[in-house]
Every structure is written in structure tokens, then in C-alpha cells.
DNA sequence: AAGTGGTCTAGACCACTTT
DNA sequence: AAGTGGTCTAGACCACTTC
């Protein structure tokens, strides 16, 4: 028989009944993305290998290959020649700097110094809400935080989380905790945020943020605000950051 | 004979003798790319199909395909099943708002007026010669324009381009043109932006900046100081924005 | 030596566009 | 009907890692 006369596609309508086409490794990515979202494979574990998944979902292994080649393409897992593919984790040096943007202008880059400054429960204001995809009044967790790098307070913080997905989060688990506030969140609260878009502006700091960062009323300073998303497209934090741009920038790559 | 055996790699050194091992379809790869850096194929031209490819490099379709699949994802071609392969090229809706990442608050973005406030030849001060990779002293056009939405003055632009590879710009010829800027750099020069780093800082509006943007003095303002490239990595312009972000953000995705 | 991802080939067929 | 890119397969071999 020939091969491709085998595809489930040959009909000309996919397996879901959609009228449309769709590739046989979209549809196997589809299923390796619904694995690695339900927990089979945790973040940072070996995953199986190209042969066994190929043998799993009865396609050639050139095709798990392509659906791989996507996911890796999307930092969802990472490939090691000889190795594995690893699913992708926030807790490796190479991830960190993703999301974190802000370089300094000179000299190499490193890890912020952070101050929690408060952490509590509250009813999603309106805006808050909307942005995460909630109902208005739900619960959220409500972070604010100062960052300094060589001691200077850089980065002003406020961070909305849906309250059904942060139990359990506290000041002193995020104080206790070492490490990018991502890990923390992929670690203990089993969210591991994948994308995230901003929109940035300038301000002028107000008398608090002035405070916090050491700088007159009136700075100019950059507004980052984040909407982070996880499997599925569905958004589970927002943030809101100033950040104090005279020793540091905001970097970039356009292609 | 099988097939792998007639890899020209086999012998463990790439043809160019380097020790390290190097893919066949990255030296097809950078095959195309020296035509696309020679003009051998215009921007929204359409390029040899695949199987035309294949017999000129001697490989098998599936290599030129995936190096291809490369530069597809870099942006310098566009693929379109059932016609063909085409040069990328700036004249397109697509591109100008991959360069462009000033969007409306509210509302559908739509393409800026360019006003032109000054176009001169000059020697090029040390800091544009470095990032330009010029030698100081070196000729360089200098632009200033002033861009609008809805009649709002919003972008405060300055560029400075390499005077070896814009020998003819002036201010009439960049005032006749309709279109993206990069689209009259590629036509009229032969230059092909095809991407670029951006530092973004806020900085406070001084007395020019004001009266150019129609703000008050000391009015935060985002500034991107970007750098593009051509083939080869090699930097072709240098610019400095100030964007009013009163109605305006600058939008950015992570991943 | 065995297992993994990475490369390369050859061939078939599908989806889409143009003739 | 013919040509293009897109998908899928099967098989061989290479580079790298581990045992």
C-alpha cells in the first residue's frame, strides 16, 4: 500500500468532522501540547523519545519530528542532541532573561535583588479583570515589589494573579523563594506561563513610585504592562512594571 | 548506492575544510542568500521553485525545502502554496507593521504622514560611526521628520544612513515617495532592511522635542534608538525615535 | 554498543493556483 | 492538466551522549 494513503486526512475531512485540513503533525502536536499541559511530563523531565511517540500515535517518526520541531520552536520543550527533548523549564538561566528585558547599559547582565513590599487577596477592579479573562469581583492576588540591581531600586512592580490558580501564595513563600518568581509559580502552583505580550509607555513617576525608586516626582520612566498566558491561550497574570531607564534600557529584537 | 553516502560531509570536514560539521541545507541556505544579497532575484520577485533549486545544488528537494523553511521563518522569502516562492519585500501591508510597533490605544492602526524636517549630508559624529560600524568622520546622511496620526503629531524621528549606499537621497526624492521608508530604501538604493535591535528608554521632551510633538516641556516620552541590518549582519541605519505615547503604546510580544 | 536527536534521500500523494 | 509548495512515509547514516 502506499504510504500516505494511509493518512486519515485522505477523505478530506479531518478526524474532528472540520470540513477543513489539517496535518497530521499538527494534529500530534496538538495531543503532545494536551500531555505536557494535563502534567504527564514535568517541567524540566526527559520526555520520550521521537521513536516511542512516533510508535504511541502510529505516524512515521518524521512527522512527531515536524510536531516537535514547532513545540521547540515555541520554547515549549527543548531538544538535546544525543540526550532527549526536555520540557521546557523556568528554571534555567537561559529562560530567565526571555522575560526579563531590562539590560543594563553597560556591563553584563544579572539577576535582580528583590524587596517584597505587599502581598494580599482582593476583588479584581474592573481593568484587572477584563485583562485576565475573570469576572469582575473575582479573587486575585495582588503583588507589589521593588527590584534593585547593584543596589539601586530599578523596577516597581505591581502583579495581578487569578486567585483560583495562587492558593496558597504568600509573602513569605515569595521571599523564601530563590529564584525567578516564574519558577515559583511553574514549581508550586503547577502554571507555567509560555508567552506574554506588552504594551509600554512613558510616565512621569508619581510621588509613590518616586519613592520607591529613588527618583524625583516626575521622572520619566517606562510603563511595561504584561499579560502572561499559559497552555491554551488563557492569560494568568498581569503586570505592571516602571522601570527606572537611566543606567538601564529596555532591549529588543526585530525581525 | 545508499543515498547518505554521497554526502559530501562523509568525510567528516565541510567542504570548506572547516574541522566542524556543517548541514548541507545551511550551505544551500547560504547559497540563496548570496543570490538574494546579489540581486539575483528581486525583492517580490518569484524565485526558482524547489525542484529547480534541487537540480542547479545537486540535493534532494527535501534539503532545499528545509533550508528554505529557514529563510521563510527569517522573513527574507514568502512562501505561497501553488504559486511559489518570493523575495520578501517591504512593499507589502505585512512588513510595514513589523517595523512599525507604535500602535493606536484604541482603534485599527493605519499608516502615519511623514513630515520631512530636514535631510543633509554630514561627516558622522564618533557614537553613529560606531554603532553604524563606520570610521569616524565618515559621510552620512542625516534625516528629520516628523510623523502624524490623525493629524496628531506623534513620532519625532532622526536617521542617520551610511553616504556610501544613499548617494542620491534627498529631501525632495524621501517628500515624493509613497510608502514605507524601508520600501524606498530597497527600491531606489538597493538596501534591504531585515532586522534590527532596538534600546528603549523614557527620556523628558526638551524644547525641541516639545514644539516638534506639540507637548509641554519635560513630557515623558518613549526614545528607541534602533539599529537595522542587511544580508550579511552588516549595519545600514541608524535611528532615534521619541514617541508620544499619549494615545499611542508601543506593543511587543514574548516568547 | 546502544540510544537519542539531526541530516539526507527518494518517492508518493495532497492542497492550491494557474493554464 | 500541469506546476507549485505542503505533508507523510521509510530507510539510511551522522553526531552526540551514555553505558
Redesign the interface.
Known amino acids: 500500500m502506499n504510504p500516505a494513503s494511509s493518512n486519515p486526512n485522505s477523505d478530506g475531512t479531518g478526524s474532528n468532522g472540520s470540513p477543513s485540513f489539517r496535518p497530521l503533525y499538527q494534529q500530534i502536536k496538538a495531543l503532545i501540547t494536551q500531555s505536557l499541559q494535563a502534567g504527564e511530563w514535568k517541567p524540566g523531565e526527559l520526555m520520550p523519545s521521537e521513536v516511542e511517540l512516533a510508535a504511541r500515535f502510529k505516524v512515521s517518526q518524521g512527522t512527531v519530528r515536524k510536531a516537535i520541531d514547532e513545540l521547540a520552536?515555541?520554547?515549549l520543550v527543548v531538544r538535546r542532541q544525543g540526550k532527549g527533548t526536555f520540557v521546557a523549564t523556568h528554571h534555567e538561566e537561559r529562560a530567565h532573561f526571555?522575560?526579563l528585558?531590562l539590560l543594563p547599559d553597560e556591563g553584563v547582565p544579572h539577576h535582580p535583588d528583590n524587596r517584597v513590599i505587599e502581598v494580599k487577596r482582593i476583588r479584581a477592579p474592573a481593568e484587572v479583570a477584563r485583562l485576565l479573562e475573570l469576572k469582575a469581583g473575582d479573587a486575585v492576588v495582588y503583588i507589589k515589589r521593588v527590584q534593585s540591581f547593584d543596589g539601586a531600586p530599578t523596577i516597581l512592580e505591581e502583579l495581578w494573579l487569578p486567585g483560583q490558580l495562587f492558593k496558597g501564595l504568600t509573602a513569605e513563600r515569595l521571599v523564601e523563594y530563590k529564584g525567578p518568581m516564574y519558577g515559583l509559580f511553574e514549581s508550586e502552583f503547577g502554571t507555567r506561563m509560555?508567552?506574554?505580550?506588552?504594551?509600554?509607555?512613558?510616565?512621569?513617576a508619581d510621588r509613590a513610585a518616586a519613592e520607591y525608586l529613588q527618583v524625583s516626582e516626575?521622572t520619566?520612566?517606562?510603563?511595561a504592562e504584561?499579560v502572561s498566558f499559559t497552555y491554551g491561550d488563557k492569560a494568568v497574570e498581569l503586570r505592571r512594571g516602571l522601570?527606572s531607564?537611566a543606567k538601564h534600557?529596555?532591549?529588543?529584537?526585530?525581525?
Open positions: 520552536a515555541e520554547n526571555r522575560f528585558k509560555i508567552r506574554a505580550t506588552e504594551k509600554i509607555r512613558a510616565v512621569g516626575g520619566p520612566l517606562l510603563c504584561r522601570y531607564t534600557h529596555y532591549q529588543n529584537e526585530l525581525s
